[in-house]
């Protein structure tokens, strides 16, 4: 089974602070994915990446940034966090081509207080 | 812009009665749509990959279709386990996928 793994299920930071997200996949997929979710938004993608050191923005890629140093380890980065990044983030990894199927990780809910 | 909308936005069924979840899109030179099952508090879960208008697929209680403009996905005889939020996801362009809000699913016992 692929296994996509968040470092933290529950997260609280305060404003100002840079807050990393990790993640890592098991199944030595190409692509990975940055996700968050609110309710109402549904998933917007944040970033992606098909393959190391290579990142492309998705929809809402203001205030973040991304690394992947290793092709199974993909970070979000929070450069100076803010109360309208509290969110759910969701990460994902794929086999690269559009039509494989992306799997996720069971979220990091990230409080910014 | 490319949108997706899903309806309804909730249901609520008992166990047993049969229903269908819509999936609208816009999404031009559509080349798959995915389906996604969400339990609370975890990550979407991969249930089908649709590729062509006519093409089915099925798991269990659950058959996913296509048509050119839309995607259904039927519940036959539900169970309790099978509420949860279900997602679909048009693919757009090569890699992005574009995910419609969801319908949030209750079964009754």
């Known amino acids: 089974d692929v296994k996509v793994t968040q470092s933290s299920r529950y997260l609280v930071k305060r404003t100002g602070e840079k807050v990393f997200l990790e993640c890592v996949q098991d199944?030595?997929?190409?692509?990975m994915f940055w996700y968050r979710q609110d309710p109402g938004l549904g998933l917007r993608l944040i970033y992606f990446?098909?393959?190391?050191?290579?990142?492309e923005k998705g929809d809402i890629p203001e205030g973040y940034s991304v690394s992947r140093e290793k092709k199974e380890r993909f970070s979000l980065i929070l450069e100076s966090a803010s109360t309208n990044q509290t969110s759910m983030y969701l990460c994902?990894?794929?086999?690269?081509?559009?039509?494989?199927?992306?799997?996720f990780g069971d979220g990091t809910r990230l409080s910014i207080l | 812009e490319d949108q997706v909308t899903q309806s309804p936005e909730a249901l609520r069924l008992q166990e047993g009665e049969s229903s269908s979840l819509n999936c609208s899109y816009t999404v031009s030179g559509l080349r798959g749509l995915f389906w996604y099952r969400q339990d609370p508090g975890k990550g979407p879960e991969f249930l089908f990959t649709?590729?062509?208008a006519g093409e089915e697929k099925e798991k269990e209680r659950l058959k996913a279709t296509l048509t050119k403009k839309e995607s259904f996905l039927h519940i036959t005889a539900p169970k309790p386990e099978d509420s949860a939020t279900y997602l679909c996801?048009?693919?757009?362009?090569?890699?992005?996928?574009?995910f419609g809000q969801g319908t949030r699913l209750t079964i009754n016992p």
């Open positions: 990446s098909y393959d190391v050191k290579m990142k």
């Open positions: 994902a990894s794929s086999f690269f081509g559009g039509n494989q199927p992306q799997h």
């Open positions: 649709l590729y062509s």
């Open positions: 199944m030595d997929h190409e692509n």
């Open positions: 996801a048009p693919l757009e362009g090569a890699q992005k996928l574009v």
